[in-house]
């Protein structure tokens, strides 16, 4: 008997493909909230964005199995190549039959196929970069259709939201000095964690307000900054954040409504709420050019075209549009200030440098025959040039 298990177990071990616990939810945000390092995600979203593949890549997802098309054909959007450029496994188009599976159970990738136990469960198209790379090509077809149904949306927001854009209308009052100004505005978007370390000098020469958007603000405080501001969903930010002291500001819905202010009141900490329709991001921003911010460097924005139309899936990126005319030349990306703010090489270094290789030249000089009676000139050659050095530094 202890023959049979022990041939079992070892049939088992040796299935290939990846075999991991599986989370299963349409809902993507609830989704990313639950995983753990090593497990397998199960969802239900057509053209997966960036954002959603940085949230699963940050999870420490080993697969990830789409009911639907990562990338339909519509425009190029990012996510699949995200989570194929951390090695994450992706099994694209496997249908609805999966989401039945429990969640928590242990699940089996494997040639496309999704197996539960012994049952095949489901069947899609695994991802390569092959693939992905000419589904973006045939993608960009699409882009047309995507920027005229973004341009509706954007007409819709300007309907709605009028007073706010024209005349700040709604944007709150907070207690951090914004007018005139540096402020950096650090969201949880493409390489923030990457471009916010850029910035390290220019944070320490610049000493700007930092505001954090959702779990940006987080990122600040990871790299070793305590935000000056904090805007967005405080469910996207931790305790020790929202009771640092900073301003906090809650994005509410245009009725006023703000699900999220309630938990800043449980911690004891004072809150204002924002409300609008806009991304949170943008209102940020708005918020930052309202009180007379001298400069505005971001930290996580998109910024090309294919990034921002990746955002935009289901209307999401409405508000930027305007968002963006309306600050105008006052935004900087981060990745611009960072290569503005490069360490120079001074006058100061060049001469340490010059009086090192002059050092180096004496004490080989003074090992020589002709050492003795040519040292006494070098050693006043290298007085001189100390000299000149010293007073570079002043």
Request: proline content about 4%; glycine content about 10%.
């Amino acid at each position: 008997m202890s023959a049979v298990l022990s041939t079992l177990t070892r049939d088992r071990r040796e299935l290939p493909g990846l075999t991991a616990t599986a989370r299963v939810d349409r809902d993507v945000v609830a989704l990313v909230k639950r995983l753990r390092v090593g497990e397998i995600a199960v969802l239900d979203q057509v053209d997966l964005d960036r954002p959603t593949a940085d949230a699963l890549v940050a999870a420490g997802v080993t697969g990830v199995v789409n009911v639907s098309e990562s990338i339909s054909g519509r425009y190029p959007n990012l996510g699949p190549q995200v989570l194929l450029a951390a090695g994450v496994t992706l099994v694209d188009g496997v249908g609805p039959e999966v989401l039945r599976v429990r969640d928590g159970s242990k699940l089996r990738l494997h040639d496309g196929g999704v197996f539960h136990g012994d049952k095949l469960v489901g069947r899609g198209v695994p991802q390569t970069a092959e693939l992905v790379h000419a589904a973006m090509v045939k993608a960009k077809d699409g882009m047309g259709d995507h920027l005229e149904a973004f341009s509706a949306n954007t007409i819709e927001f300007m309907r709605r939201d009028r007073a706010l854009l024209l005349d700040g209308l709604g944007i709150p009052d907070v207690r951090v000095r914004l007018a005139d100004r540096h402020v950096l505005v650090v969201a949880p978007g493409p390489d923030h964690i990457e471009d916010l370390a850029r910035l390290r000098r220019y944070i320490k020469e610049c000493r700007p307000v930092l505001v954090g958007v959702d779990g940006g603000a987080d990122a600040l405080w990871n790299a070793g900054y305590r935000p000056d501001l904090v805007v967005g969903d405080p469910a996207e930010v931790s305790d020790k954040v929202l009771t640092s002291g900073a301003d906090v500001v809650v994005h509410a819905f245009a009725d006023g409504h703000a699900p999220g202010l309630h938990r800043v009141q449980d911690l004891g900490a004072g809150a204002v709420t924002f409300p609008a329709s806009g991304n949170t991001e943008d209102l940020a921003l708005l918020l930052a050019h309202h009180h007379g911010a001298g400069l505005i460097v971001t930290v996580g924005y998109q910024a090309t075209l294919t990034e921002f139309l990746d955002r935009s899936r289901q209307g999401r990126n409405a508000s930027t549009f305007l968002t963006r005319l309306k600050v105008g030349g006052l935004v900087v990306d981060a990745k611009s200030a960072a290569a503005l703010h490069r360490t120079p090489v001074t006058a100061g270094a060049v001469a340490v440098l010059i009086v090192a290789v002059l050092l180096v030249f004496v004490a080989a000089l003074a090992v020589t025959p002709v050492g003795p009676a040519a040292l006494g000139h070098t050693e006043r050659a290298v007085e001189s040039v100390v000299q000149m050095a010293t007073g570079w530094f002043k």
